[in-house]
């Protein structure tokens, strides 16, 4: 049999399965129905299968193509995530690990929006700079910080992410003093404060 077949077969039955459900719970109460949907790992179940159903079919008559591995991986994940929520109905220990998880990732949720602002800043602010000053562009010893001279945005973002993340040297900051004045509220604000605030948040989470 070939793979696709067991796949298209295996996604059916949990299609079904899904089906039935949904409707067994529709005839018992709307607001049951509303709660399915609105639960993280039923949701996370329902669209792995689809996922992996419709994936399966574009691989098999378009083949390997950009789309189809994007989706591909996607599908890996949502599948990954599906195995864990399964293993944690019959797991005490991963029950916790995952409730836990769940609860932090809520928690962070407002820290998150505001670190991606303050990330957007910063690469916005660093990219500007370098742009103004030609011997910072100019330096081809540092492949890191050129990023910021691309004519592309988005490689900021990326670099001032990795900054965020310790990949950082005083060294590639300080040709001139609004670069290294740049550094200097970079790593205080973003790498001290907000990344002490995460730690807090989450510790704080898991304490609860």
Request: hydrophobic share 55%.
């Amino acid at each position: 049999i070939s793979p696709f077949v067991l796949v298209y077969i295996t996604s059916i039955l949990f299609i079904l399965r899904d089906v039935l459900t949904i409707i067994s719970v529709g005839s018992l109460s709307r607001r049951l129905i509303y709660r399915y949907f609105c639960d993280f790992w039923d949701l996370i179940e329902l669209v792995a299968v689809i996922m992996a159903f419709s994936t399966t079919i574009t691989l098999e008559v378009q083949g390997k193509n950009n789309a189809s591995t994007v989706a591909l991986a996607f599908t890996t994940l949502l599948l990954g995530l599906k195995l864990i929520g399964s293993l944690k109905a019959i797991n005490k220990e991963l029950a916790t690990f995952v409730i836990a998880a769940s609860k932090i990732i809520k928690d962070i949720k407002w820290f998150a929006l505001l670190l991606i602002i303050a990330l957007s800043m910063f690469a916005e602010i660093v990219h500007g700079i370098f742009i103004i000053t030609p011997e910072l562009c100019d330096d081809h010893s540092n492949l890191s910080e050129g990023k910021f001279c691309d004519a592309n945005v988005l490689q900021s973002y990326i670099r001032i992410y990795s900054m965020a993340v310790g990949d950082i040297e005083l060294e590639n900051f300080t040709q001139t003093t609004l670069i290294t004045v740049a550094y200097v509220v970079f790593t205080f604000f973003i790498i001290i404060v907000l990344l002490t605030i995460l730690i807090a948040i989450v510790s704080d989470s898991y304490s609860k």
